[in-house]
Protein backbone atom coordinates (compact mmCIF):
# COMPACT_ATOMS: atom_id res chain seq x y z
CA UNK A 1 0.00 0.00 0.00
CA UNK A 2 0.82 3.61 -0.98
CA UNK A 3 1.62 6.22 2.16
CA UNK A 4 -2.01 7.49 2.22
CA UNK A 5 -3.77 4.27 2.00
CA UNK A 6 -1.86 2.95 5.21
CA UNK A 7 -2.09 6.01 6.85
CA UNK A 8 -5.64 5.53 6.75
CA UNK A 9 -5.70 2.06 6.97
CA UNK A 10 -3.33 0.27 8.86
CA UNK A 11 -4.11 0.09 13.10
CA UNK A 12 -7.50 1.29 11.73
CA UNK A 13 -10.16 -1.77 11.41
CA UNK A 14 -13.92 -1.70 12.34
CA UNK A 15 -14.63 -2.17 15.82
CA UNK A 16 -15.38 -6.23 16.16
CA UNK A 17 -17.82 -5.88 18.23
CA UNK A 18 -20.20 -2.68 16.91
CA UNK A 19 -18.70 -2.32 13.78
CA UNK A 20 -17.82 1.45 14.72
CA UNK A 21 -15.19 2.59 11.50
CA UNK A 22 -12.75 4.67 14.15
CA UNK A 23 -10.52 2.54 16.62
CA UNK A 24 -12.39 3.57 20.07
CA UNK A 25 -10.51 5.02 23.13
CA UNK A 26 -10.57 2.16 25.90
CA UNK A 27 -10.46 4.11 28.75
CA UNK A 28 -9.42 1.26 30.91
CA UNK A 29 -6.40 0.67 33.25
CA UNK A 30 -6.95 -3.50 33.93
CA UNK A 31 -8.71 -6.02 31.86
CA UNK A 32 -11.03 -9.15 33.26
CA UNK A 33 -10.13 -12.82 32.57
CA UNK A 34 -12.08 -15.01 31.10
CA UNK A 35 -10.77 -17.85 33.40
CA UNK A 36 -8.09 -18.81 35.62
CA UNK A 37 -4.84 -18.26 33.03
CA UNK A 38 -7.22 -17.59 30.36
CA UNK A 39 -7.23 -13.49 28.88
CA UNK A 40 -7.96 -11.88 25.65
CA UNK A 41 -4.62 -11.11 25.49
CA UNK A 42 -4.64 -7.41 27.66
CA UNK A 43 -4.42 -7.22 31.40
CA UNK A 44 -3.17 -3.91 32.42
CA UNK A 45 -3.24 -0.61 30.95
CA UNK A 46 0.44 0.56 31.22
CA UNK A 47 1.31 -2.74 29.20
CA UNK A 48 -1.21 -2.60 26.37
CA UNK A 49 -4.38 -1.30 25.68
CA UNK A 50 -6.20 -1.17 21.86
CA UNK A 51 -6.07 2.41 21.21
CA UNK A 52 -2.61 2.19 21.96
CA UNK A 53 -1.99 -0.73 20.04
CA UNK A 54 -4.32 0.50 16.92
CA UNK A 55 -1.61 3.70 17.18
CA UNK A 56 1.33 1.41 17.07
CA UNK A 57 0.54 -0.57 14.36
CA UNK A 58 -0.52 2.53 12.34
CA UNK A 59 3.05 4.47 12.72
CA UNK A 60 5.06 1.87 12.39
CA UNK A 61 3.75 1.25 9.05
CA UNK A 62 4.08 4.20 7.97
CA UNK A 63 8.01 4.16 9.14
CA UNK A 64 8.23 0.75 7.57
CA UNK A 65 9.12 -0.55 10.55
CA UNK A 66 8.04 -4.34 11.92
CA UNK A 67 7.71 -2.91 15.52
CA UNK A 68 6.87 0.61 16.57
CA UNK A 69 6.62 1.59 20.62
CA UNK A 70 4.00 5.02 21.53
CA UNK A 71 5.06 6.81 24.61
CA UNK A 72 3.99 10.24 26.42
CA UNK A 73 6.32 12.53 24.47
CA UNK A 74 9.10 12.55 22.23
CA UNK A 75 11.64 13.13 24.82
CA UNK A 76 10.52 9.38 26.67
CA UNK A 77 11.06 7.99 23.54
CA UNK A 78 14.22 9.44 23.47
CA UNK A 79 14.96 8.44 26.84
CA UNK A 80 13.59 4.77 25.83
CA UNK A 81 16.40 4.30 23.18
CA UNK A 82 19.05 6.07 25.50
CA UNK A 83 18.17 3.00 28.01
CA UNK A 84 19.28 0.75 25.72
CA UNK A 85 22.70 1.50 27.01
CA UNK A 86 24.69 0.95 29.57
CA UNK A 87 27.02 2.55 31.97
CA UNK A 88 30.33 3.37 30.36
CA UNK A 89 28.90 3.49 26.85
CA UNK A 90 29.92 6.36 24.59
CA UNK A 91 27.25 7.78 21.79
CA UNK A 92 28.51 9.93 19.20
CA UNK A 93 25.27 12.36 18.37
CA UNK A 94 25.00 15.46 16.17
CA UNK A 95 25.94 18.55 17.36
CA UNK A 96 22.62 20.54 16.94
CA UNK A 97 19.93 18.44 18.17
CA UNK A 98 16.70 19.72 19.93
CA UNK A 99 17.45 21.30 23.01
CA UNK A 100 15.56 18.47 25.06
CA UNK A 101 17.68 15.80 23.73
CA UNK A 102 21.02 18.07 24.49
CA UNK A 103 19.54 18.45 28.07
CA UNK A 104 18.45 15.06 28.93
CA UNK A 105 21.86 13.34 27.21
CA UNK A 106 24.02 16.39 29.03
CA UNK A 107 22.02 16.54 32.67
CA UNK A 108 20.57 13.12 33.06
CA UNK A 109 22.56 10.42 31.31
CA UNK A 110 25.68 11.72 31.99
CA UNK A 111 25.19 11.28 35.47
CA UNK A 112 24.53 7.79 35.27
CA UNK A 113 27.86 7.48 33.27
CA UNK A 114 27.36 7.27 29.52
CA UNK A 115 29.95 9.16 27.61
CA UNK A 116 29.30 12.03 24.81
CA UNK A 117 30.24 13.40 21.95
CA UNK A 118 28.85 16.30 19.57
CA UNK A 119 30.22 16.33 16.31
CA UNK A 120 29.04 17.48 13.02
CA UNK A 121 27.37 14.40 11.67
CA UNK A 122 27.35 16.04 8.04
CA UNK A 123 31.25 15.61 7.99
CA UNK A 124 32.55 11.78 7.67
CA UNK A 125 35.54 12.30 8.69
CA UNK A 126 34.42 13.99 12.31
CA UNK A 127 32.06 11.30 13.26
CA UNK A 128 35.40 8.68 12.34
CA UNK A 129 37.57 10.99 14.56
CA UNK A 130 34.91 11.02 17.20
CA UNK A 131 34.81 7.10 17.62
CA UNK A 132 36.09 5.46 20.57
CA UNK A 133 36.52 1.44 22.06
CA UNK A 134 33.66 2.13 23.79
CA UNK A 135 31.51 3.75 21.75
CA UNK A 136 27.96 2.01 21.39
CA UNK A 137 25.55 4.19 19.62
CA UNK A 138 25.54 6.69 16.53
CA UNK A 139 22.45 9.36 17.49
CA UNK A 140 21.43 11.75 14.58
CA UNK A 141 18.97 14.10 13.91
CA UNK A 142 18.46 15.67 10.31
CA UNK A 143 17.61 18.10 9.33
CA UNK A 144 18.82 19.21 12.93
CA UNK A 145 16.71 21.63 15.04
CA UNK A 146 17.23 24.96 14.23
CA UNK A 147 19.79 25.12 11.77
CA UNK A 148 18.23 22.58 9.55
CA UNK A 149 21.65 20.84 8.75
CA UNK A 150 21.77 17.49 7.34
CA UNK A 151 23.14 13.63 7.79
CA UNK A 152 23.64 11.25 5.18
CA UNK A 153 21.44 8.83 6.24
CA UNK A 154 23.17 5.76 4.27
CA UNK A 155 26.72 6.75 4.73
CA UNK A 156 25.43 6.80 8.85
CA UNK A 157 23.61 3.91 8.30
CA UNK A 158 26.92 1.83 6.99
CA UNK A 159 29.80 3.66 9.45
CA UNK A 160 27.18 1.99 12.30
CA UNK A 161 27.08 -1.53 10.64
CA UNK A 162 30.79 -1.44 10.51
CA UNK A 163 31.27 -0.44 13.84
CA UNK A 164 28.97 -2.05 15.45
CA UNK A 165 26.63 0.33 16.61
CA UNK A 166 23.14 0.98 17.11
CA UNK A 167 22.40 3.97 14.47
CA UNK A 168 19.06 6.30 15.43
CA UNK A 169 17.46 9.12 13.45
CA UNK A 170 15.07 11.57 15.38
CA UNK A 171 12.91 12.43 12.48
CA UNK A 172 10.26 14.68 14.14
CA UNK A 173 11.34 17.54 11.10
CA UNK A 174 10.16 15.49 8.12
CA UNK A 175 7.85 13.38 9.49
CA UNK A 176 7.17 9.54 8.19
CA UNK A 177 5.83 11.32 4.97
CA UNK A 178 8.61 13.16 3.83
CA UNK A 179 11.40 10.95 4.99
CA UNK A 180 11.90 6.97 6.41
CA UNK A 181 15.58 5.99 8.15
CA UNK A 182 14.81 2.56 8.31
CA UNK A 183 14.84 2.82 4.44
CA UNK A 184 18.26 3.82 4.42
CA UNK A 185 19.31 1.00 6.74
CA UNK A 186 19.19 3.04 10.40
CA UNK A 187 18.44 0.67 13.66
CA UNK A 188 16.18 3.08 15.01
CA UNK A 189 13.70 5.98 14.34
CA UNK A 190 11.88 8.47 16.76
CA UNK A 191 9.45 11.17 16.79
CA UNK A 192 7.79 13.85 18.88
CA UNK A 193 4.20 12.48 17.96
CA UNK A 194 3.30 16.02 19.38
CA UNK A 195 5.15 17.76 16.02
CA UNK A 196 3.70 16.57 12.28
CA UNK A 197 2.45 13.52 13.51
CA UNK A 198 -0.08 15.03 15.32
CA UNK A 199 -0.58 18.39 13.49
CA UNK A 200 -2.92 20.20 15.58
CA UNK A 201 -1.24 21.24 18.84
CA UNK A 202 -3.69 19.52 20.94
CA UNK A 203 -1.72 15.82 22.14
CA UNK A 204 2.00 15.25 23.70
CA UNK A 205 3.41 11.97 22.10
CA UNK A 206 6.09 10.41 21.15
CA UNK A 207 7.71 7.15 19.14
CA UNK A 208 10.35 4.93 18.34
CA UNK A 209 10.01 2.08 15.56
CA UNK A 210 12.71 -0.51 14.73
CA UNK A 211 12.92 -3.67 12.17
CA UNK A 212 15.20 -5.43 14.60
CA UNK A 213 13.37 -7.66 16.86
CA UNK A 214 16.14 -7.47 19.64
CA UNK A 215 16.12 -3.86 19.36
CA UNK A 216 12.39 -4.18 19.60
CA UNK A 217 12.16 -6.62 22.75
CA UNK A 218 13.90 -3.70 24.73
CA UNK A 219 12.26 -1.28 24.07
CA UNK A 220 9.06 -3.13 24.67
CA UNK A 221 10.49 -4.22 27.99
CA UNK A 222 11.96 -0.51 28.91
CA UNK A 223 8.28 1.04 27.50
CA UNK A 224 6.14 -1.43 30.51
CA UNK A 225 8.78 -1.21 32.25
CA UNK A 226 9.37 2.33 32.72
CA UNK A 227 6.04 3.22 32.20
CA UNK A 228 6.14 6.45 29.77
CA UNK A 229 3.08 5.58 27.86
CA UNK A 230 0.38 7.90 26.39
CA UNK A 231 -3.00 8.10 27.08
CA UNK A 232 -5.67 6.18 25.62
CA UNK A 233 -7.29 9.48 24.35
CA UNK A 234 -4.01 10.88 23.22
CA UNK A 235 -3.53 7.86 21.50
CA UNK A 236 -6.81 8.41 19.24
CA UNK A 237 -6.25 12.38 19.33
CA UNK A 238 -2.88 10.68 17.07
CA UNK A 239 -3.98 8.14 15.03
CA UNK A 240 -7.24 10.46 13.90
CA UNK A 241 -4.23 13.20 12.63
CA UNK A 242 -2.67 10.74 10.52
CA UNK A 243 -4.98 10.32 8.59
CA UNK A 244 -4.36 13.82 6.95
CA UNK A 245 -0.90 13.64 7.41
CA UNK A 246 -0.12 13.89 3.77
CA UNK A 247 -2.07 16.37 2.57
CA UNK A 248 -0.83 18.47 5.50
CA UNK A 249 2.74 17.70 5.10
CA UNK A 250 1.70 18.84 1.27
CA UNK A 251 0.87 21.84 2.42
CA UNK A 252 3.60 22.97 5.03
CA UNK A 253 5.68 22.25 2.23
CA UNK A 254 4.34 24.45 -0.55
CA UNK A 255 4.15 27.00 1.80
CA UNK A 256 7.55 27.04 3.48
CA UNK A 257 9.35 26.53 -0.10
CA UNK A 258 7.00 30.04 -0.70
CA UNK A 259 8.01 31.80 2.16
CA UNK A 260 12.15 30.49 1.71
CA UNK A 261 12.39 31.80 -1.42
CA UNK A 262 10.91 35.07 -0.90
CA UNK A 263 13.02 35.62 1.77
CA UNK A 264 15.98 34.54 -0.20
CA UNK A 265 15.31 36.34 -2.93
CA UNK A 266 13.92 39.55 -2.18
CA UNK A 267 15.13 40.51 1.73
CA UNK A 268 18.89 40.29 1.57
CA UNK A 269 18.81 44.11 2.86
CA UNK A 270 16.84 42.52 6.22
CA UNK A 271 18.05 38.83 6.61
CA UNK A 272 21.56 37.57 7.31
CA UNK A 273 20.95 34.33 5.94
CA UNK A 274 18.02 31.82 5.19
CA UNK A 275 18.40 28.42 6.19
CA UNK A 276 15.89 25.69 4.23
CA UNK A 277 16.91 22.38 2.59
CA UNK A 278 14.52 23.60 -0.47
CA UNK A 279 16.88 26.28 -1.45
CA UNK A 280 19.58 25.52 -4.34
CA UNK A 281 21.74 27.49 -1.53
CA UNK A 282 21.78 25.30 0.90
CA UNK A 283 25.07 23.50 1.01
CA UNK A 284 22.76 19.59 0.83
CA UNK A 285 20.25 20.78 -1.42
CA UNK A 286 21.12 17.58 -3.51
CA UNK A 287 21.20 15.14 -0.23
CA UNK A 288 18.28 16.54 0.56
CA UNK A 289 16.84 15.94 -2.78
CA UNK A 290 18.04 12.33 -2.71
CA UNK A 291 16.68 11.28 0.98
CA UNK A 292 13.59 13.41 1.51
CA UNK A 293 10.25 13.17 -0.64
CA UNK A 294 10.14 17.06 0.03
CA UNK A 295 11.81 19.61 2.28
CA UNK A 296 9.17 20.14 5.15
CA UNK A 297 7.63 23.09 6.74
CA UNK A 298 10.86 24.47 8.87
CA UNK A 299 12.71 27.73 8.42
CA UNK A 300 14.92 29.31 10.03
CA UNK A 301 15.76 33.08 9.86
CA UNK A 302 19.00 34.82 10.96
CA UNK A 303 18.40 38.54 11.20
CA UNK A 304 21.67 39.60 12.25
CA UNK A 305 20.88 40.64 15.49
CA UNK A 306 19.21 40.08 18.87
CA UNK A 307 17.38 43.53 18.30
CA UNK A 308 16.69 42.59 15.37
CA UNK A 309 15.61 38.91 16.26
CA UNK A 310 12.75 40.61 18.66
CA UNK A 311 11.35 43.15 16.37
CA UNK A 312 10.28 40.47 13.74
CA UNK A 313 9.32 38.42 16.68
CA UNK A 314 7.09 40.72 18.11
CA UNK A 315 5.98 42.08 14.81
CA UNK A 316 4.24 39.45 13.50
CA UNK A 317 0.20 38.84 14.01
CA UNK A 318 -0.46 35.47 12.13
CA UNK A 319 2.59 33.58 13.44
CA UNK A 320 1.97 32.84 16.81
CA UNK A 321 5.28 33.76 19.32
CA UNK A 322 4.84 29.63 20.72
CA UNK A 323 7.29 27.06 21.35
CA UNK A 324 6.74 23.62 19.61
CA UNK A 325 6.46 23.29 15.73
CA UNK A 326 4.31 21.48 13.26
CA UNK A 327 0.76 22.41 13.95
CA UNK A 328 -1.75 23.66 11.05
CA UNK A 329 -0.83 26.89 12.95
CA UNK A 330 2.21 28.72 12.10
CA UNK A 331 4.36 29.45 14.83
CA UNK A 332 7.86 31.64 15.25
CA UNK A 333 10.35 30.73 18.20
CA UNK A 334 13.31 32.16 19.11
CA UNK A 335 15.55 29.17 19.87
CA UNK A 336 18.18 30.82 22.28
CA UNK A 337 15.79 32.13 24.34
CA UNK A 338 13.42 29.07 23.93
CA UNK A 339 13.63 25.71 22.93
CA UNK A 340 17.82 25.33 23.26
CA UNK A 341 18.13 27.34 26.28
CA UNK A 342 20.03 24.37 28.23
CA UNK A 343 22.46 24.27 25.52
CA UNK A 344 25.69 26.54 26.64
CA UNK A 345 26.59 29.67 24.31
CA UNK A 346 29.85 28.05 23.34
CA UNK A 347 28.08 24.88 22.11
CA UNK A 348 25.50 26.91 20.19
CA UNK A 349 27.53 29.33 18.64
CA UNK A 350 30.16 26.04 17.15
CA UNK A 351 26.97 25.22 14.93
CA UNK A 352 25.89 28.74 14.28
CA UNK A 353 22.70 28.91 16.50
CA UNK A 354 23.09 33.08 17.10
CA UNK A 355 20.85 35.21 19.20
CA UNK A 356 19.23 37.01 16.19
CA UNK A 357 18.26 33.33 15.13
CA UNK A 358 14.53 32.60 14.66
CA UNK A 359 12.34 29.34 13.60
CA UNK A 360 9.31 29.21 11.44
CA UNK A 361 7.03 26.73 11.61
CA UNK A 362 5.21 27.30 8.45
CA UNK A 363 1.46 26.36 9.13
CA UNK A 364 -1.24 25.25 6.19
CA UNK A 365 -2.41 29.01 5.92
CA UNK A 366 -2.77 30.75 2.63
CA UNK A 367 0.09 31.31 1.50
CA UNK A 368 -0.74 35.05 0.63
CA UNK A 369 -1.43 35.86 4.61
CA UNK A 370 1.90 34.45 5.70
CA UNK A 371 3.98 36.02 3.40
CA UNK A 372 2.41 39.46 3.95
CA UNK A 373 2.36 39.42 8.01
CA UNK A 374 6.45 38.64 7.33
CA UNK A 375 6.68 41.72 5.11
CA UNK A 376 5.20 43.68 7.85
CA UNK A 377 7.27 42.38 10.76
CA UNK A 378 10.42 42.93 8.42
CA UNK A 379 9.10 46.83 8.04
CA UNK A 380 10.14 46.89 12.23
CA UNK A 381 14.26 46.19 11.09
CA UNK A 382 15.55 49.33 9.70
Known amino acids: MKFSTKAIHAGNNPDPSTGA ?17 VSK ?53 SQNVYGGTYRIFERIFRKMGLDFSWVDTSIKIEIENALKPHTKMIFVE ?15 SDFAKINKLISVCDNTFMSPYFQNPLDFGIDVVVHSTTKYINGHSDAIGGFAATGREDIAEQLKFIQNSVGAVPSPFDCYL ?9 LRMERHNLNAMKIAVELHENYKDKIKKVYYPGLKSHPQHELAKKQMRGFGGMISVDLGSLNNAVKFFNGLKIFSRAESLGGVESLICHPVSM ?44
Open 238 to 246: VLRATKTLA
Open 41 to 93: GYDYGRTINPTRVALETNLAALENAKYGFAFSSGMGATHAVASLLQKGDHVIV
Open 339 to 382: THGAVPKEEREKFGLTDGLVRLSVGIEDYEDLIEDIKNALDEIK
Open 142 to 156: TPTNPMLSLTDLLMI
Open 21 to 37: VNVPIYATSTYADEAYG
